[in-house]
Every structure is written in structure tokens, then in C-alpha cells.
């Protein structure tokens, strides 16, 4: 089976940079995923990591490596409407995405 | 595109009756997928469809819930009897098959007392 572990909270201040962790166990592994959840909202497609290194869509990067089952989010520049849950999920073999508990950002000004 | 479509948007019923969640997905996704989210337990996967087939219904907790896709633009999620534990939000979700990024609909609040 797939599972995942992520801190439940983060703090942070307007204008810093955080980092959201994300380990996983799954038997297959066809890449992390990360989502991102307003509350109230739907979860919505932040990135995509199949292979090892980071990748960057603006101001939000997310980092995998293989090896250590390990992957994480990096927030930069942030900002007030970055408050949100965050997700990790990861695909084995034969199913479909399975999601961390997430972690709940708080930015404050 | 008018994105995933799920109705009803909230949901409150007795213990006991019938509930039926509905779910238009993106045309042209093949993958969908019935998810369902409480505090205690997260986004679980209830069971997904690849080409209206259903491919992994691990996820459904009990006979109680069942799901069906009888076409590549609509999906039903239903519960019968009810409960309150069932109460969640439940979403649905679609994806080109194999594609990484899902699109999720707004969700269904179901409160059953």
C-alpha cells in the first residue's frame, strides 16, 4: 500500500519562505504530486515531480528524490492568499493518486 | 470547459435514506475518480473509473456505498442506508488516464443526522 507523511501545521510571515516535507512508502512509484486547498475549496494541481531534482513554476518549487522517499514544496515570496492546506500524493502500481493528511500554512502579515 | 460539475453542492438528509452524489467530468478525461475528505481521515479514494470501467474500489468502506458510470460524462456515488458517519465532504475528479494532475470538483457537503 501507499503512505505518506507531512508536518499537520507551518507557520510563516508575508514576504518568507517555507518549505513543506513529504515522505512516502508505496510499492510502484509513479511520481509526487503536490495540491493545493483553500478551505472550502476543491484541491487544485500545484506540481508534478517524476523524477529526481526540482522544478519550478513561479513562485512555488517542489523537489524529489527517489532514494530517500522523500520529497518537498518550497514556497517563496510568500503571501497573504497562500494561507491554505498543502497535499502530497503519490500513484503505485494499478491505482490512483493517494494523499498525505496535509498541512495546514498559515501566513501572517 | 465548465471543469468537473458535482450536484448536489450540499446535502442533508436522515439516518437511513438514500443519497446520491452526481459527477459530470471534463469530456475527453477517461479517469475519474469519487474521493471523500473528513478531518479525522483526509482525502480518501473511494474508487476510480478508467473508460467508464471501475479499476480499484478498494476505498468503497462498505456495501452500503456504491458507484457507477454508465457513460464517459456522468458518474453516480450512493449511499444506502445512510449514516452519520458518512458525513464528509465528497468529491469527484477526472484526468486523462495516466495523467498526474487531477481536476476536482467543487465537492458535495453531505451532513446525514
Known amino acids: 500500500g501507499q503512505s505518506l507523511e507531512q508536518p499537520s501545521e507551518v507557520t510563516a510571515v508575508e514576504g518568507a519562505i517555507v518549505q513543506i516535507n513529504c515522505t512516502y512508502q508505496t510499492s510502484g512509484f509513479y511520481g509526487l504530486s503536490w495540491y493545493q486547498q483553500h478551505d472550502g475549496g476543491a484541491p487544485t494541481f500545484l506540481s508534478y515531480?517524476?523524477?529526481?531534482g526540482l522544478e519550478e513554476t513561479g513562485r512555488f518549487s517542489s523537489f524529489l528524490s527517489r532514494s530517500d522517499s522523500y520529497g518537498y514544496l518550497l514556497l517563496q515570496e510568500l503571501q497573504m492568499k497562500d494561507s491554505a492546506s498543502y497535499f502530497c500524493a503519490v500513484r503505485g502500481a494499478g491505482t490512483a493518486l493517494i494523499f498525505g493528511k496535509g498541512t495546514t500554512l498559515s501566513v501572517s502579515s | 470547459d465548465a471543469g468537473v460539475i458535482q450536484s448536489p453542492r450540499h446535502e442533508v438528509t436522515e439516518m437511513g435514506q438514500e443519497v446520491t452524489l452526481r459527477c459530470k467530468p471534463i469530456s475527453g478525461h477517461n479517469s475519474l475518480f469519487w474521493y471523500r475528505q473528513t478531518m479525522m481521515r483526509g482525502l480518501e479514494l473511494l474508487i476510480y473509473f478508467n473508460n467508464n470501467v471501475p479499476i480499484d474500489d478498494s476505498g468503497m468502506p462498505e456495501d452500503r456505498f456504491s458507484a457507477k458510470m454508465p457513460n464517459a460524462s456522468f458518474s453516480t456515488l450512493k449511499i444506502q442506508p445512510s449514516e452519520p458517519r458518512d458525513s464528509a465532504v465528497y468529491f469527484c475528479a477526472s484526468s486523462p488516464t495516466g495523467h498526474y494532475g487531477y481536476t476536482f470538483g467543487s465537492g458535495t457537503r453531505l451532513t446525514v443526522v
Open positions: 515531480n517524476g523524477l529526481d
